[in-house]
């Protein structure tokens, strides 16, 4: 069964600049798939186009086997899929516990038994309650973004690099999060600059380049296929990698 | 000298409580809307006549005169938000602005022609000013001040327990995660809008309360409203409280050195000091 599935998706931020020249992935609840590629592949722009953020002008997108393309952010939402953007991804003038709450805004009545899971799930969240969202370090706020995106208990849960920015250790830990949430059975999608640890946490992978899809397979057969280390990891090196996809070999 | 500027700072807290109320209007305004709406002096006259109509024709006591007054200004500044504003949207801020500067002339012109120039009073009864050894404040000022005091304390309270004012905090602070979390911002801009001018409305009733209506009462107070946004930082709301009750102890201070006449001196010249010193003002990130 497939919680997400995108088809031959096309678009951007402009009619005659297709940024995405035609995406197909597949996500199943409880799956971790990430998106890695170089700059500019259009990982993002996806993300953009899958949540109402872009419209698409092609392809097909559905959420539980229902046609969702092209729907406006709030319809997105209610049919069960949320972003969690790369930057600005709290209010940074609300409280913990209001941008908890506005993630649950469509559902006012349920606002508390779910703020209470989500602190459960992560209690950093229950000791910062009354903090403001902008005071918060880099790792408590992609924190917080992910409780407030959980807030409306999404089937499908997208992410925008939620480790840039972030300590090694801040980022590991991130990434235990992230699977703990796909492990309860929500589907992850996953965009990731940093690529090695991406794969290493993922179920599967999709390399995309230049808006289309290059590689997918298992995440972890990719992570050690010398071809894609060699391709697009840069070997030995940090995982990160150049505009046009070739390696960047780094040193050790 | 030093009584009279005690007596200063008392008038100049109690008129900047009062300015804060057409201020706090502006500002939200700005917040979520982005653009500064300049027919506020105008919404504000609307709120003053709505209030004097309420309470001279209507026989409306002045706390039910004053909701009047912000209900006719919020339908007046969603007219006004809808006709003059909106069709300019894309062309962004500044037409925006100027927009709804020409609305407000349009406001006040009618204003005009359906009132007159004459002064006009509300019906209070006349009292005599309380003193506190060399003190003195007016019955009515501090009634004023109480009525302020209760606005903003609404305000508050509706920004921060409403699901709808939390969602207009949301939509200022960041629009595009307002618009993924399921904040609608159209909604949330109207009732910015119609909160806004009720409030300017409610602020134009105080100062007719304490002065006089006529078709340039909320005109003369733009470049204070303007100035008290600017020096809190456009956009912040604790800002424009303290900015408003800054600017209003400013002008009464002033008037102790200047000629009254003198007084609207103040707002520009503090706009032109915090636009060079410290452009986002005393509590916002906004204005730079």
């Known amino acids: 069964m497939t919680a997400l599935a995108v088809e031959d998706l096309v678009g951007g931020y402009a009619a005659a600049d297709h940024v995405v020249k035609g995406v197909s992935l597949a996500v199943a609840p409880g799956e971790l798939v990430c998106v890695i590629g170089p700059n500019g592949a259009g990982k993002s722009t996806v993300l953009k186009l899958l949540t109402g953020l872009l419209r698409p002008r092609g392809g097909r997108v559905a959420l539980d086997g229902r046609d969702v393309t092209g729907l406006p952010p709030r319809a997105v939402l209610e049919a069960g899929m949320v972003l969690v953007p790369q930057e600005r991804n709290v209010f940074g003038t609300l409280t913990v516990e209001e941008n908890l709450s506005m993630g649950c805004f469509l559902d006012p009545r349920r606002a508390r038994s779910r703020m209470a899971a989500v602190m459960d799930r992560f209690p950093l969240l229950a000791e910062r309650r009354r903090q403001l969202a902008r005071t918060m370090s880099g790792g408590q706020r992609q924190i917080l973004a992910m409780g407030q995106a959980l807030m409306s208990e999404p089937r499908v849960l997208l992410l925008d690099e939620p480790t840039a920015g972030l300590s090694p250790k801040a980022a590991t830990d991130l990434f235990g999060l992230v699977r703990a949430t796909a492990a309860s059975g929500v589907a992850v999608l996953m965009v990731e600059q940093n690529a090695l640890q991406a794969m290493e946490i993922s179920d599967r992978a999709l390399v995309l380049v230049d808006g289309r899809n290059a590689h997918e397979g298992p995440a972890p057969a990719l992570a050690r296929d010398p071809a894609i280390r060699r391709l697009f990891l840069g070997g030995r090196g940090q995982g990160r990698m150049d505009t046009t996809g070739t390696a960047r070999e780094t040193s050790p | ?288």
């Open chain 2, 1 to 288: 000298m030093i009584e009279a500027l005690l007596q200063a700072l008392i008038n100049g807290v109690i008129a900047g409580t009062i300015l804060a109320v057409p201020a706090l209007g502006f500002t939200a305004i700005f917040a979520v809307l982005n653009y500064p709406n300049f027919a506020i002096g105008a919404l504000a006259t609307v709120g003053a006549y709505a209030g004097w109509v309420g309470n001279t024709a209507l026989g409306l006591p002045m706390v039910a005169a004053l909701a009047l007054a912000f209900a006719a200004t919020a339908v007046a500044g969603l007219v006004v938000q809808w006709a003059a504003v909106k069709p300019l949207e894309s062309a962004g801020a500044l037409m925006m602005a100027i927009a709804s500067l020409a609305a407000g002339l349009v406001l006040e012109n009618a204003l005009r022609f359906g009132f007159g120039n004459d002064l006009r009073g509300y019906d209070l009864p006349l009292l005599r000013d309380w003193r506190f050894g060399e003190f003195r404040v007016g019955p009515q000022q501090v009634q004023n001040f109480a009525l302020a005091l209760a606005a903003m304390g609404l305000l508050w309270a509706f920004l921060r327990y409403s699901r709808t004012g939390r969602a207009m905090r949301a939509v200022a602070d960041n629009r595009d995660l307002a618009l993924l979390r399921g904040v609608d911002p159209a909604r949330v801009a109207a009732v910015t809008v119609a909160v806004g001018a009720g409030l300017a409305g409610m602020g134009g009733m105080l100062v007719g309360l304490d002065t006089s209506v006529d078709p340039l009462v909320g005109t003369r107070l733009v470049l204070s409203i303007f100035a008290a946004a600017v020096l809190g930082g456009l956009g912040s709301i604790p800002g424009a409280v303290a900015g408003a009750i800054a600017i209003g102890v400013a002008e009464e201070v002033a008037v102790l050195a200047f000629n009254p006449a003198y007084r609207l001196v103040v707002g520009f010249v503090v706009i032109l000091a915090v636009l060079t010193l410290r452009p986002a003002g005393l509590f916002g990130a906004r204005a730079s």
